[in-house]
């Protein structure tokens, strides 16, 4: 458990993280991989570990150093730019641009409203919430 400091330095609650959902991520009809969420029990912040095949992410450190919170969100960000699909689970705000570096990379991707790519007329790149898609499965296709 981690003690978890308020702006003013003082202890806010230790995190009791449980056990809460996953998210399966599909492409092509196969599992590539899973998000397993964690969430605390006293003020439901979420954590999450992606194990996905190939994928060494033992981590160095116990807990989860990084959660969302009320003004931010997991998402799934997906690149389709190249034959294999690349894909990476960030914790993002509204108006957060993601840095990313493809050969079909015009303009900065941007989160938008929904925690959804601004630019509707990229058809490389998505960015979905997990949020619907707790204990579901969420394909990496560029569906829209």
């Known amino acids: 458990m981690a003690i978890n400091q308020s702006q003013d330095g003082k202890q806010d609650h230790a995190h009791d993280f449980r056990y809460y959902a996953c998210v399966n991520l599909w492409d092509n009809g196969e599992t590539t991989g899973v998000i397993d969420v964690w969430r605390c029990s006293v003020c439901h912040a979420k954590g999450i570990e992606l194990r996905a095949q190939g994928l060494n992410n033992l981590a160095t450190e116990t807990g989860f150093p990084v959660l969302d919170g ?8 997906v690149c389709t730019a190249q034959e294999q699909v690349r894909y990476e689970v960030l914790r993002v705000h509204i108006g957060d641009v993601i840095e ?15 925690y959804k790519i601004a630019d509707e007329k990229d058809r490389y ?7 619907g898609y707790l204990n579901e499965n969420l394909d990496l296709a560029l569906v829209k």
């Open 70 to 77: 009320p003004d931010s969100n997991w998402v799934v960000f």
């Open 100 to 114: 990313h570096q493809c050969v079909e990379k015009s303009s900065p991707i941007m989160v938008g409203k929904g």
């Open 125 to 131: 790149h998505k960015v979905e919430s997990i949020e």
